[in-house]
């Protein structure tokens, strides 16, 4: 059975990934939130980003395990972070540390074939890439995580002009601090 191309996002209730100024201070990541996205990452494959996403992750999680003021589940996550292979999509990057890739374009095909390639599913991040791996339809599976805010404005994690998807719920869960798990996977 192939890999699977997970898209994983906190997102508000109104339905934006990021305020609009890009601010992401309404997350409300406590350490059950963040024990349970160690659980479901640890085994992926790899790390779809692209550059954005992979820079921010680059500025903080190498090294995260070394800080004092990590917690014991924060370097757990930097472990993952810094072992799992990672592709990188971008026009403009030349290079990337950490075990990553660069790769310039979205390929259905090539994506098709790293999905044939043995290992655990490959977690998709970052919502401009996702839009392109959702308008070419390769994602397979949405986790979205609500959080209990509405912004009002700020960055739609869907856009308006984007294809029908159809979809099946897999799976809820609610958390302690009211973060709410949807996971739906693609109906083809």
């Known amino acids: 059975m192939p890999r699977k191309i997970v898209f994983m996002l906190s997102v508000s209730l109104d339905g934006y990934f990021a305020g609009p100024a890009g601010e992401l201070d309404w997350h409300q990541v406590d350490d059950e939130l963040h024990e349970h996205f160690n659980e479901v990452l640890a085994p992926m494959g790899a790390f779809l980003n692209g550059r954005v996403m992979y820079e921010e992750m680059a500025q903080f999680w190498p090294t995260a395990d070394q800080d004092p003021a990590s917690t014991p589940t924060m370097a757990d996550y930097a472990r993952i972070w810094r072992d799992m292979p990672k592709i990188v999509y971008s026009r403009t990057l030349q290079r990337a540390g950490w075990n990553a890739t660069v790769v310039r374009e979205v390929v259905a095909s090539e994506v098709v074939a ?38 009002g404005r700020g960055r739609p994690l869907f856009p308006p002009a984007g294809p029908r998807l159809d979809l099946r719920l897999a799976e809820t869960r609610q958390f302690g601090n009211g973060v709410v798990l949807l996971r739906y996977e693609r109906v083809r």
Do not use: N, S
Request: hydrophobic share 45%.
């Open 114 to 151: 790293l999905k044939a390639q043995p290992g655990g599913d490959l977690a998709l991040g970052g919502p401009d890439l996702a839009a392109e791996f959702i308008r070419q339809d390769l994602v397979d599976e949405f986790r979205l995580y609500v959080h209990p805010v509405v912004l």
